[in-house]
C-alpha cells in the first residue's frame, strides 16, 4: 500500500473507533432508504462526521435534505487547502452544536439565529464532493482529477437548465428537520463568502411514518406514491459499501482518492398531474412493482423484501422487460457491476409558471465507477415509459471527497497533499490500471 494511504488508513482506523456512530441504532432504520420513523429521532441525534468516510452516505437518511453547489475562486493549491480547513471547521461546529457565542451588538451577529441560542446536532450531516470544473479550470489540479470524473451530459429525456447543473463544489445537508440544513447552508455561506459562491440548491425531504413497533421497516414513498429504495444495496454490509461505494484499490484511482465516492444528482421534475389520472395497473406496470407495498409484480402478494425472478418470466409478463426496475437492474450476469447506492429526497417547489406543480424527486447515488453504475443504468432507462412522466431538468456528477480524522487532519488532506511538490504519490493510480485524464 502507497505511503499515503497508509498514513491516511492508521490516522483514520482511530478516528473511527472515537467516533464510532451507531449506525441504524438509534432510528430503528435498517437501510438509508428506509422512511424515518415518528418519535425515534430527536434533536440531540449526533452523526459523527468523522472517519474513514464521509457521513450522509451510508449513515442513515433523515428526514430532511438538500443539495446545493457553488463556484470555488480558490486559485492556487493554498487557498484550496484554506477553503477545504474552513468548511472543516464549520462542519465540525454545526453537527456537534453548542450554545452561540456573545454577540456584540455593534457588529453581525456570528450566527442566523434561527435555531435560538442552542444549536443542536439534529443528525445534521455535511457532505462535501467536487465537480469536474474545479480540475478543468486549474492547470495544476487538473493532473489530479479522478478517472471518470466529468461533466454530466444530457441523456435522452433530459432538459436541463443550465442554472441548476454542475458547480465546482457540492454540498449534501441532511437533518431531522429542513431548518437545520438551512441554518447549516446559511453559516457555510456567511463564513466562507470570498472562496465560496452559490450557484444553486434544492431541499427536499422524504415523508415520516407513523411508528408500528411489530411492522417490518419500509422503504419511503416518492411523489409518485411508490416505495423508492426497496432493491437498494444493504448499506449495512460494510463488504458489499465497499465494492459498490467505496472507492479501493480495484477501482484505479489516484491515492488521494481512497476512502472517497462518485455522487450523480439529478433534479427530476415528476409530471404529477398527468400521473395522478393514470390507471393504476399501467402505474405498476411501468415500475415492475405494486404500488402499496411495494413488491415485485411477480409476487404482487408478497413484500418489497423480495426479489423479482426475471428467469422464470422471460418474456415479461409480470413484470415488464421495459419495466423501470427490469430495466435498472436486469439482474443478469455482470449486472451487479451497475449497482449503487440511491439516497434521493422528494421535492416540491411550488408552481411553474404554466401552473403546474413543480414537484419531483432530487435523485442521489452514490458509487464506487460513475460510468459503470448511473451513467449505465441511465443509458438502460433511456426510452423507458416513465419517461412520460418525468422530465430530468438539472443536477451533477461529483466526487465526494474521503473522510477526515478528529484533531489535525482535514478533509480533501489526501488531496493537498498529493498537490505538494514534493509529494510521491501524488498522480499515481492505485496498482492497476493506469490514470487516464
Ligand atoms: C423520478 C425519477 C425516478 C423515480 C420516480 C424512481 C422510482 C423508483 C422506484 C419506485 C423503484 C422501485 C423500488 C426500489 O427498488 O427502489 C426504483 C428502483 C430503481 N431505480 Fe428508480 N426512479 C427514478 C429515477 C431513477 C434514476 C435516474 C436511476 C438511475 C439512473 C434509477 C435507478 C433505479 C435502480 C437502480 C432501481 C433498483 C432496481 C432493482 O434493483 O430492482 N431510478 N426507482
Known sequence: MPALLTTRRRLLAGAAALAATPAFAATGQHNVTDAPVAD??????????????????????????????????????????????????????????????????????????????VVQPDALTVTVGLGASLFEDRTWLAPHRPRVLSRMTRFHNDALDADICHGDLVIQFC??????????????????????????????????????????PESARNLLGFRDGSANPDSEDAALMERVVWIGPGNAEPDWAADGTYMAVRIIRNLVERWDRTPLGEQERIFGRTKMSGAPLDRAEGTEAMVPDYAADPEGEAVPLDSHIRLANPRTPGSEESLMLRRPFNYVNGVLKNGQLDQGLLFIAFQSDLEKAFVAVQRRLDREPLEEYIKPVGGGYFFVLPGFAAGEDFLGSSLIAALSPTSQTSSQSIPGRPVTD
Not at 110 to 116: A, E, M, Q, V
Not at 184 to 200: E, F, G, M, S, Y
Open 40 to 117: 425515534t429521532t430527536s434533536a440531540a441525534d449526533l452523526v459523527s462526521p468523522y472517519g474513514r468516510h464521509q457521513a450522509g452516505i451510508t449513515t442513515p437518511r433523515p428526514a430532511n435534505g438538500m443539495v446545493a453547489a457553488f463556484h470555488v475562486l480558490a486559485s492556487d493549491p493554498s487557498a484550496l487547502e484554506r477553503l477545504f480547513r474552513r468548511l472543516t471547521e464549520r462542519i465540525v461546529l454545526l453537527t456537534h452544536g453548542g450554545p452561540l457565542p456573545e454577540t456584540d451588538p455593534k457588529l453581525p451577529p456570528p450566527d442566523s439565529g434561527i435555531l435560538g441560542p
Open 175 to 216: 437533518a431531522n428537520t429542513q431548518d437545520t440544513a438551512v441554518h447549516a447552508l446559511r453559516d457555510i455561506v456567511k463564513n466562507i463568502p470570498d472562496q465560496l459562491v452559490l450557484k444553486w440548491a434544492q431541499a427536499g425531504n422524504v415523508p415520516v411514518i407513523p411508528a408500528r413497533p411489530d411492522a417490518a
